[in-house]
């Protein structure tokens, strides 16, 4: 089965941008949708993206689509999230998963916290 740690949360300010990464171990990484999932103090987790097992398909949630990226590289078994024109409301623990279904998580990693400043 498949592990998920994800890095590179921190403080930016609003408008501001910042880049996670995903690092799976195991060698079947390449095998699945991999997606990007965020939870809010006090709110449920909410779908943010996810990508496709070779890249060549993305989805975004409405309230990231034009700001946020996802892609892969499978030959190192990471996958990351470019995130632009960030807004306080971006705040919160960003998570990677394997997705299951439609937009389900299935593995989850441990999350990085992201907080953009107004």
């Known amino acids: 089965q498949v592990q998920l740690v994800e890095s590179g949360g921190g403080l930016v300010q609003a408008g501001g941008s910042l880049r996670l990464s995903c690092a799976a171990s195991g060698r079947t990484f390449s095998i699945y949708r991999m997606g990007w ?3 809010a103090t006090g709110k449920e987790r909410e779908f ?3 990508i496709s097992w070779n890249g060549g ?3 975004y949630a409405d309230s990231v689509k034009d700001r946020f990226i996802i892609s ?3 030959a190192k078994n990471t ?3 470019q995130m632009s024109s960030l807004k ?3 705040t919160g623990v960003y ?3 394997t997705v299951v279904g439609s937009t389900s998580p299935g593995v989850w990693g441990q999350g990085t916290l992201v907080t953009v400043s107004s």
């Open 37 to 39: 999932f965020r939870q």
């Open 48 to 50: 943010v993206g996810l």
């Open 57 to 59: 398909r993305t989805a």
């Open 72 to 74: 892969r590289d499978n």
């Open 79 to 81: 996958m990351y999230l």
């Open 88 to 90: 306080p409301e971006d």
């Open 95 to 97: 998570y990677c998963a």
